[in-house]
DNA sequence: TCATGTATTGAGACAATTTCTCATTTGGGT
DNA sequence: ACCCAAATGAGAAATTGTCTCAATACATGA
């Protein structure tokens, strides 16, 4: 997710103040992978400071996503999970097994542009999901 | 959302019965609006058929989304929300203040036809969202 | 360096949402 | 009308998210 100290540093910018538990949070969210649960940037964020609490974590995860660092998604869980704030993020997703495939070109840039026009939005970010039945679930049908 | 009895016939199809609860629910999702979330089904469903159980919801609704009739969202709120299984939904999500906006067009059947091929993937339906800043929260800032 | 004031934190209570269990009921094929 | 697997309701339990408040730690300036 990103270049490294790219969180701290924008928390930075944005007059927060730069903590312990949040530089944490943060290295858990640049380092591990993508698609984050709540509770897993807990557990993973107690690895490197382990007095870290889960409203810290609520409250670090509230306050990057308001700074459109980071964006909440929901997969097969019902927990939400969080992406980078920049940039696509592109799935398949099976309506069966829950299963999750990426892809990376979308070629949406002409749209969005149109949009961010049209409704004077500022656009980082876009999510773009398919969902319907994998190819696995299709035979064992 | 789609013809009336739509879903019923769907889940007679499908092999399952259909039982006062399941129509009770299939009905509160066809005649109201979209973004539905389990609980507002539960209240909506009961002025149906009063003896509804939450329980009911929740299975009679992961029904349905693994038959890919619905599919769960994320909006503002934290709770799951079901929209129509079939067809485009695109939103304007604001990051700072949670403000949903919708479009109609987005013009991705070309690039949906490669995935399925590529990805042997049935594709029923799809989520498009851009996440940003609107218009009144740019002028707050 | 050190004192100061405020933003931030941890802990746990609390609330909302979702899942599970199991005895009972019911739809639909016969 | 009968039968039985499928489906249900009720509530317990688990998971996820929010809130409160006293204690702490960061950043700023002396
Ligand atoms: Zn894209
Ligand atoms: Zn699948
Ligand atoms: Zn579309
Ligand atoms: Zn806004």
Redesign the pocket.
Same mark, same amino acid.
């Given at each position: 997710m990103e270049p490294s100290g790219h969180l701290a540093e924008a &928390?930075?910018r944005a007059?927060?103040? &730069?903590?312990?538990?949040?530089k944490a949070?943060v290295q858990v969210l640049e380092q591990e992978g993508k698609h984050l649960?709540?509770?897993e940037v807990l557990v993973l964020g107690r690895r490197i400071?382990p007095?870290?609490?889960?409203?810290?974590?609520?409250?670090?995860l509230?306050?990057l996503t308001n700074l459109g660092l980071i964006r909440?998604i929901l997969l097969n869980?019902?927990?939400?999970r969080y992406v980078n704030g920049e940039g696509g993020h592109h799935h398949l997703v099976c309506s069966v097994c829950g299963a999750v495939f990426e892809f990376e070109r979308c070629g949406i840039d002409r749209l969005a542009a149109e949009l961010a026009e049209r409704f004077d939005f500022r656009i980082r970010s876009h999510l773009l999901e398919f969902y319907g039945i994998c190819r696995t679930c299709q035979t064992h049908a």
């Amino acid at each position: 997710m990103e270049p490294s100290g790219h969180l701290a540093e924008a &928390l930075r910018r944005a007059g927060y103040k &730069l903590t312990a538990p949040r530089k944490a949070i943060v290295q858990v969210l640049e380092q591990e992978g993508k698609h984050l649960s709540s509770n897993e940037v807990l557990v993973l964020g107690r690895r490197i400071y382990p007095l870290l609490s889960r409203a810290t974590v609520y409250r670090t995860l509230e306050l990057l996503t308001n700074l459109g660092l980071i964006r909440p998604i929901l997969l097969n869980d019902t927990a939400q999970r969080y992406v980078n704030g920049e940039g696509g993020h592109h799935h398949l997703v099976c309506s069966v097994c829950g299963a999750v495939f990426e892809f990376e070109r979308c070629g949406i840039d002409r749209l969005a542009a149109e949009l961010a026009e049209r409704f004077d939005f500022r656009i980082r970010s876009h999510l773009l999901e398919f969902y319907g039945i994998c190819r696995t679930c299709q035979t064992h049908a």
